[in-house]
Structures are given as C-alpha cells and as structure tokens.
C-alpha cells in the first residue's frame, strides 16, 4: 500500500524551531515529487512547496520562499519541511503530499501533522 | 500567477440532487493541468479527478469534472450522504508552480 506518514502533532514557542516529517512507502520514493501544503485554521489549502528526493531539487511558493526549508533523506524515504524561528501565524495543519506520475496534481496525502505555536 | 476562483463559496443541497462547482482561472489552463480534491472535516483532502476530467482510482462515476481554458466544472449527478464536503479545484503552473483554489462547501440543505 502506498503511504505517507507523517510525525505527530508539535506545541511550540513563537522562536523556536521545528521539523516535521513524512515518509513514504509502498512506492518508488525517489521518482515521485513531494509536496507540502498548508491548511490554516478554519481555511482552505495553501501550496508551500515541492521537492524531488531524486536530487533534492526544490521549489517553492513565493509566499513561502524564505520562511521554511524543505528537505529530504532519501536513505530512510522521509521528506521534511522545518523552520528556523516559529510564528503564532505559523499555527495550522501541514500535509505532504505525493505528487503523481504526471507531477501535475497530488495522488496520495498524508494524515497531517498539526503545529500549534503559542506563547 | 494564475489565481482560481471557485464559485460558489457554499452549496446547500439535499440528498439525490445535482451539484455543480466551478472553478474559474485568470488565466488560460491546459486541461492536462486541473485537478479537484474533496476534503471532510478532520481528514486529509482526497484526489478526486485530474487532467480536468479524469477520474482517480477508485472514485465513483456519479463524479465528473469538465472544462476548458478558463472554466472548469465539477458535477455529483446524484449526492449521497459522504458527498458533503468541502472541495477544492488546483492547477499547475509554469515552473513548477501548483495554486489552489479556495473551496466550496458542499452543505445538507
């Protein structure tokens, strides 16, 4: 069975840091792109990247460029997107995301990890 | 940036009935490039059609997308009761870009 897992809900302070994960399996990890989305609360989908654990080639949303790292270990098939300094704002659900054999749109979803940051 | 506009924000409709979504792009969209998902409350959202018409493993047939260009359409001909959602059309973009838009809840009148 194809599967995303990723690691368990995280509560922070605003200054902190953060990674969370997703690892694959059932599949061919390093020929489909990742993708993760955000989801805030009570609002709708947000695209914040993608990365190819092939070669770690990475792209990102303009709104997001700069705000997080998405990254890979291709070794134990596990996709990460961290943060260096958390924000309230940063308050929402994150899922990863595989996307298809035709990158074009997403086939297979993680359960989502949630990021509570609160002082 | 191609930004998608989905009307309308809520749906209300009974049980059987017909519900028609539409997403709206800004710009010009190759089919190839549509997709819809559906999303319950405390679930990950599920594919449901992509390449604008194309249905994913194991979604019924009373599921269907439709469109062109910059209008795109997503049709439950008959909606059962797990039908009620909220759903989201998506396109990519050039240079490795995606874009979401921002949802219509399908809603029990």
Not at chain 1, 65 to 74: A, L, N, Y
Not at chain 2, 33 to 44: C, I
Request: charged share 15%; aromatic share 14%; proline share 4%.
């Amino acid at each position: 069975e194809v599967q995303l897992v990723q690691s368990g809900a995280e509560v922070k302070k605003p200054g902190e840091s953060l990674k969370i994960s997703c690892e694959g399996s059932g599949y061919s990890f390093t020929t489909y792109w990742i993708g993760w989305v955000r989801q805030m609360p009570g609002k709708g989908l947000e695209w914040m990247g993608t990365i190819y654990p092939g070669d770690s080639y990475t792209t990102y949303s303009p709104s997001f460029q700069g705000q997080v790292t998405i990254s890979v270990d291709k070794s134990i098939s596990t996709a990460y997107l961290q943060w260096s300094s958390l924000k309230a704002s940063d308050t929402a659900i994150y899922y990863c995301a595989r996307h298809g054999t035709h990158y074009y749109y997403m086939d297979v979803w993680g359960k989502g990890t949630t990021v509570t940051v609160s002082s | 940036e191609i930004l998608l506009t989905q009307s309308p924000g809520t749906l209300s409709l009974s049980p059987g009935e017909r519900a028609t979504l539409s997403c709206r792009a800004s710009q010009s969209v190759s089919s190839s490039y549509l997709a819809w998902y559906q999303q319950k409350p405390g679930q990950a959202p599920r594919l449901l059609i992509y390449g604008a018409s194309s249905r994913a493993t194991g979604i019924p047939d009373r599921f269907s997308g439709s469109g062109s260009g910059t209008d795109f359409t997503l049709t439950i001909s008959r909606l059962e009761p797990e039908d009620f959602a909220v759903y989201y059309c998506q396109q990519y973009g050039s240079s490795l870009t995606w874009t979401f838009g921002q949802g219509t809840k399908v809603e029990i009148k």
